[in-house]
C-alpha cells in the first residue's frame, strides 16, 4: 500500500500530502507548577481547553486539506458529547485513522502487537526511567493499544502515574525530519524529550510503513569515546540535534540552525552526512543565539510561499541596525546578541572556504531566487510587524513558526495581531479556523479554493507549551514545487 514515493519531502511550502503529528495526550494534564519548567512548559495547561478549543481544530483543518472525506463524512457527529471525542483518540474504534494525517500512538500500538518489539522497548523505557523490573512483566500484559498509550501518557488504565508525561511529544517536528527520501532523526538536547525519542526511533525502524527506508533512516550520535571524556569536555563536544533546527527548504539545500539545543558538533555531522549520501548539495549553518526564546530556528523563520518568509525582526538587517544605533564601530567592537553567522557548505567544495551569508535575509532571498526559482520579488513578514515591543512578545508566542499546507496557505496562532497585520499588508487573507471550518462543514468552501491565507489557531493554551503549528508538524510528503 505504501511505495517509495509515500516519503518524500523537498520543500518547506509544497502542498502537504502526509504528516505526523500528536495530539496532547492526558499527561499534558498532569504537569505541576514546579515541573512545568524541567518538562520544557512555560506554565501549565487546562487540557480539556487544549484540546476541544484549540489542538481539534488544527487537525481538522489537516484533515480537511490532507484527507477529505474522511473528515466531512463525519463532521456533524465527531463533536456530539454522545461522541466523546473518540474520534480524536487513538485506542477507540471511531477514531479518525488517517493514512495521510498520522498519530504516532496509533504506528506504536501496531508494532507493540510484536513481542520481540514490546519487550525490547518495555525494556528500554522502564531503564531509561528507572522504574522497578517488575513493572515490566505488568507492562507485558497490557493489550497493544493501551500499552502504548501507556507509554507516552505515562499513565495505566487503573489511573497510576508509572512514568513522568511527555508533554512535549506533540512538537513532532522536533523528533525527525523527512530530507528528500531520508529521514533524519533526533538527538534531543533536553532530558524531558529522550523517551519521545525513543518511542520515534522504534516506529521509524519497525513499522511496516518505514519497511522500505530502513537504510535511508540517519541517527547522529556521540563520537566512540565520548564516554571517556570528562564532563567538560563532553558539554563541549556532544552531539545534540533537534528537528526544529532542521529546514528542508530545497530539493538541493537543506538549513541546520546551531542553537540552545542543536550542537555544532551535531551541525557538522550532518554536514558529512548529506554530502556522503548524496542526499542535498548544499547545507546552510544558521547559528542562532542559545536562548530559551529562540530554542531552535524555526521559532525565527519560516517559509509562507517561494518569495515569502515570516521572521523575527530583532534577526533582520534592519533590526540589527537599529540596535548598533549611532555607536561607532571603530571605538572597539560592537557585538549585538541578536547577530547570525549563517555559513554554507557546498558538496565538493572545501570546507574551510564556506560561503558567508551577512544576513538571515541575504540567505532567503537566495533560496527563494535560485533554489526556488522564484519570479518575483522575495519578501519578509516580520514578527509583530517589526514594532517595539510586540515584534518580541509576539516572536515568543511562535508568530514566526507557521506550517504551510500549500503555497501561500499557512497555520498560524491567532493571539499574533501585528504579525497578521503583517501577513495582511502582503496581500494574504486572514481567517479564523473555526470559520474556515464552518464553510468546509456546509460546502460553501473547499481546501482548494483557499490560497493565499493565514489561517488562525485559537492559542490561549498551546502557546504556553512555547511552539507552533510548525512544531507541530512532521511532514512525510508534500508535492515538488
Ligand atoms: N520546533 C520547535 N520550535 N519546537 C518547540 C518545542 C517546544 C518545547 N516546549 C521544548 O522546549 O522543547
Not at 90 to 116: G, M, R, T, W
Amino acid at each position: 500500500m505504501h511505495t517509495n514515493q509515500d516519503i518524500h519531502v523537498s520543500s518547506e511550502v509544497g502542498t502537504l500530502r502526509r504528516l505526523m503529528i500528536h495530539s496532547p495526550d492526558e499527561g499534558i494534564g498532569k504537569v505541576i507548577p514546579t515541573k512545568a519548567q524541567d518538562w520544557l512548559f512555560e506554565d501549565i495547561i487546562h487540557l480539556d481547553t487544549m484540546r476541544k478549543k484549540e489542538y481539534d481544530l488544527y487537525l481538522k483543518i489537516l484533515l480537511y486539506f490532507l484527507d477529505y472525506q474522511n473528515i466531512h463524512s463525519r463532521i456533524h457527529t465527531i463533536d456530539l458529547p454522545e461522541s466523546q471525542r473518540h474520534f480524536y483518540k487513538p485506542d477507540k474504534e471511531d477514531y479518525f485513522n488517517s493514512d495521510k494525517v498520522i498519530e504516532p500512538q496509533a504506528l506504536l500500538s501496531h508494532i507493540l502487537e510484536k513481542n520481540d518489539i514490546r519487550s525490547r522497548m518495555i525494556a528500554s523505557i522502564c531503564a531509561h526511567e528507572g522504574t522497578s523490573y517488575s513493572l515490566q512483566d505488568e507492562l507485558m500484559e497490557l493489550e497493544s493499544s493501551i500499552l502504548a498509550r501507556t507509554m507516552i501518557s505515562g499513565i495505566l488504565p487503573d489511573k497510576r502515574m508509572i512514568f513522568p508525561p511527555i508533554p512535549n511529544f506533540i512538537f513532532t517536528r522536533d523528533l525527525g525530519i523527512t530530507v528528500n527520501d531520508h529521514i533524519l532523526l533526533n538527538k534531543p538536547k533536553k532530558k524531558a524529550r529522550t523517551r519521545e525519542s525513543i518511542i520515534m526511533k522504534y516506529i521509524f525502524f519497525n513499522h511496516p510503513m518505514f519497511a522500505d527506508y530502513t537504510d535511508k533512516v540517519i541517527e547522529i550520535t556521540d563520537p566512540e569515546d565520548f564516554f571517556l571524556l570528562d564532563d567538560e569536555e563532553q558539554e563541549q563536544k556532544s552531539v545534540t540535534i533537534e528537528g526544529g533546527d532542521v529546514m528542508m527548504v530545497a530539493p538541493n539545500h537543506l538549513l541546520v540552525g546551531v542553537s540552545e539545543r542543536t550542537s555544532i558538533h551535531a551541525a557538522s555531522k550532518v554536514v558529512h552526512e548529506m554530502h556522503k549520501r548524496n542526499i542535498v548539495e548544499k547545507v546552510t549553518v544558521v547559528k542562532i543565539p542559545a536562548k530559551r526564546a529562540y530554542m531552535h530556528i524555526d521559532t525565527t523563520f519560516t517559509q509562507v510561499k517561494r518569495n515569502l518568509w515570516v521572521m523575527f525582526g530583532s534577526f533582520s538587517k534592519e533590526g540589527l541596525k537599529k540596535e548598533q544605533g549611532d555607536f561607532i564601530p571603530s571605538l572597539g567592537n560592537f557585538k549585538s546578541e541578536n547577530e547570525l553567522e549563517i555559513l554554507q557548505y557546498v558538496k565538493g567544495e572545501n570546507y574551510d572556504h564556506p560561503i558567508r551569508f551577512n544576513y538571515l535575509e541575504d540567505l532567503l532571498n537566495d533560496i527563494s531566487l535560485n533554489d526556488l526559482h522564484s519570479t518575483e520579488p522575495t519578501q519578509f513578514i516580520y514578527s509583530g510587524n517589526n514594532k517595539f515591543p510586540h515584534g518580541r512578545r509576539e516572536q515568543w508566542t511562535d508568530s514566526c513558526n507557521v506550517l504551510a499546507l500549500k503555497e501561500g496557505v499557512v497555520i498560524g496562532y491567532d493571539r499574533n495581531d501585528k504579525t497578521s497585520e503583517g501577513f495582511e499588508k502582503h496581500g494574504m487573507k486572514v481567517v479564523k479556523a473555526a470559520d474556515l471550518l464552518q464553510d468546509f462543514a456546509q460546502e460553501k468552501l473547499f481546501p482548494e479554493d483557499i490560497k493565499d491565507t493565514l489561517i488562525l489557531l485559537p492559542s490561549a493554551e498551546l502557546s504556553r507549551a512555547r511552539g507552533g503549528s510548525h512544531c507541530m508538524s512532521m511532514p512525510l510528503k508534500r508535492d515538488y514545487i
